[in-house]
């Protein structure tokens, strides 16, 4: 049984700043990339950012130069330093990992989710 688990987020003036951080535990063969989605209401879910294990970093247009990911996916491990956070910022953040996993004698991939953590910017 794989889990990840987040903590961070709350309430925050725009212009402040936020770190979210997660970790996935299990049976965890190896890791392929982490990251963090959003959902801000009546709207779809969207990549903030991602990192894979090759070191790989991608971000959402709307978050560069404000966002920081950071991880080990050796250890399971994602955070995402957010600064000069904006309203639009609003929404619910959700870890994401891509996974490799090992049942008999096979090995498979599987993404998982966090539970979701929300993050408030007011004006």
């Known amino acids: 049984q794989v889990q990840l688990v987040e903590s961070g987020g709350g309430l925050v003036q725009a212009g402040g700043s936020l770190r979210l951080s997660c970790v996935a535990s299990g049976s965890i063969f190896s890791t392929n990339a982490m990251g963090w989605y959003r959902q801000a209401p009546g709207k779809q879910r969207e990549l903030v950012a991602r990192?894979?294990?090759?070191?790989?970093?991608n971000y959402a247009d709307s978050v560069k130069g404000r966002f920081t990911i950071s991880g080990d996916t050796a250890k399971n491990t994602v955070a995402l330093q957010m600064d000069s956070l904006k309203p639009e910022d609003t929404a619910v953040y959700y870890c994401?990992?891509?996974?490799?996993?090992?049942?008999?004698?096979?090995?498979?991939?599987?993404?998982?989710w966090g539970q979701g953590t929300q993050v408030t910017v007011s004006s």
């Open positions: 994401n990992a891509l996974l490799r996993l090992r049942r008999g004698g096979e090995i498979y991939e599987a993404r998982y």
């Open positions: 990192i894979t294990s090759g070191g790989s970093i």
